[in-house]
């Protein structure tokens, strides 16, 4: 799955984004044993996957069913698919189309960026004007009223949901800032999660705020 380009709010309507932290570093690969289509879209064994629900993940070298694979090695863009968990050994695409997909034949492995488990972490946000400028919205209560950045962690599937209300975008008076997401480890190691496919790792996250029409 893509990140988007920019974070984009509008303005009178409920910001949120889902934010899963991955080991970029670390690939983990599960066997396929099965791959069924009677639901209208993929639906994988796989022996204990531990790949939690909405995860990205690919497959790779399924035999037969030729659709299913990614079409670059390593996978990247449009090869991943969001995974939908249904058992400890079962996940299924359900945003993917199988219709007129081939029969699965045997092997292939689902590709994954190894989840963190970031139990103990402590998530923090900013919005500023520009780096190193005024704050314009953020996690901390310290700048009330500013404290707008609500975010939300379930540390067993590697997922973070960052969430503004409705009452408060319409309130937004600016149309741009930069943004950094970091998590904090109970021994004090910050660590920054890139959100947009924008400038490199180490630069903050572009953000636009955008009129509503229904008010």
Request: aromatic content about 6%; cysteine-free; glycine content about 8%.
């Amino acid at each position: 799955m893509a990140k988007p380009s920019e974070i984009l709010i509008q303005r009178g309507s409920t910001f949120e984004m889902e934010v899963f932290w991955a080991n970029d570093g670390d690939i983990t690969r599960k066997a396929i044993t099965a791959i069924s289509l009677a639901t209208g879209a993929p639906r994988l064994t796989i022996a204990n996957h531990g790949i939690p629900d909405g995860w990205p993940a690919a497959v790779i070298k399924a035999g037969g069913m030729k659709q299913i694979n990614a079409e670059n090695s390593p996978p990247r863009g449009k090869d991943f698919h969001t995974v939908k968990v249904i058992d400890t050994n079962t996940i299924e695409f359900n945003d993917m189309d199988s219709t007129g997909f081939s029969a699965y034949t045997t092997g292939g492995f689902v590709w994954f960026k190894t989840p963190v488990n970031f139990a103990g972490y402590t998530a923090r946000m900013d919005i500023k004007d520009k780096i190193g400028g005024t704050v314009l919205a953020t996690t901390d209560v310290a700048d009330t009223p500013l404290d707008i950045i609500t975010i939300t962690q379930t540390p067993a599937e590697s997922k973070l949901v960052v969430t503004i209300n409705a009452v408060n975008t319409a309130g937004i008076a600016w149309s741009k800032g930069v943004t950094d997401l970091e998590m904090v480890s109970p021994l004090g190691v910050v660590t920054k999660l890139k959100l947009t496919s924008s400038g490199s790792d180490e630069e903050p996250d572009p953000v636009r705020v955008v009129g509503e029409v229904t008010t």
